[in-house]
């Protein structure tokens, strides 16, 4: 019962993430997704987590609502356990809640805050678009990326992952729907130029401080450059 409360706690911090971006989305643009790529996107990637049509369509009321919240688009950069470089998205009412709860979690773990432009000059902002296996094999799948613009794909026993240019991911993601249907999921990453290992006392620091951030309301999205064996993150996962 206490496993089963806790995920779907964390089914509904994942639904209310996903509104809020979807609120941001049409309040920006038209409330009409076929006219509003970015809305069309994140209601994309929340029919991937299946949330619920009534919270997606309830989201997009929101953003007409004349007393409805304001969100600003707020990125953190800053250094965690071991000298690793951690961006950190948030949609927020509140710049100071989330500046000092951001913080709070940095200091907590042993981290630092840094100014913006602090770490992200050593990640690459670019977009990103995941399909299940069940699409094809690899071949299929880079051959429908090269003709869509893509620049990369990577394969794995989860997925096909197509790295494109961040200005082109919604034309490259219209002409992969094209060849291969809808995606799993479609969004902007930031990908570490180059990893930094990192022992096991501080991957445990680092992982800490990183569910602590994604479990704040206000936090959208964590990056991080930390590199791990996969035998120390199974045992810090057990």
């Known amino acids: 019962m206490h496993r089963k409360g806790r995920q779907d706690a964390v089914r509904s911090k994942m639904f209310s993430k996903l509104a809020r971006e979807i609120t941001v989305a049409a309040k920006a643009g038209l409330p009409d997704p076929t006219m509003n790529a970015r809305l069309r996107l994140a209601i994309q990637n929340a029919k991937a987590q299946s949330m619920p049509k009534d ?26 356990p071991g000298g690793t470089a951690i961006i950190v998205e948030a949609l927020t009412d509140n710049r100071n809640r989330t500046a000092s709860n951001v913080r709070s979690s940095f200091t907590k773990a042993g981290g630092a805050l840094g100014e913006t432009g602090s770490v992200s000059f050593s990640f690459d902002h670019v977009g990103e678009i995941t399909y299940k296996l069940s699409v094809g094999d690899g071949d299929k799948v880079m051959e429908a990326a090269i003709e869509a613009g893509a620049d990369d794909v990577e394969t794995d026993e989860d997925g096909h992952y197509i790295t494109c240019a961040f200005e082109a991911l919604g034309e ?3 002409a992969l729907e094209s060849n291969l249907g809808e995606a799993e999921t479609v969004k902007a990453v930031w990908r570490a130029q180059n990893n930094v290992p990192v022992d096991e006392e501080k991957a445990q620091s680092l992982l800490k401080l990183i569910d602590s951030l994604e479990d704040d309301d206000d936090v959208q999205n964590v990056y991080s450059n930390f590199e791990v064996s996969e035998e120390v993150l199974a045992k810090l996962s057990a």
Request: zero cysteines; a negative charge.
């Open 172 to 174: 490259v993601a219209k």
């Open 55 to 80: 919270n997606i369509d309830r989201a997009i009321k929101k953003a007409a609502g004349a007393d409805g919240e304001n969100y600003d688009e707020v990125r953190y950069e800053g250094y965690g």
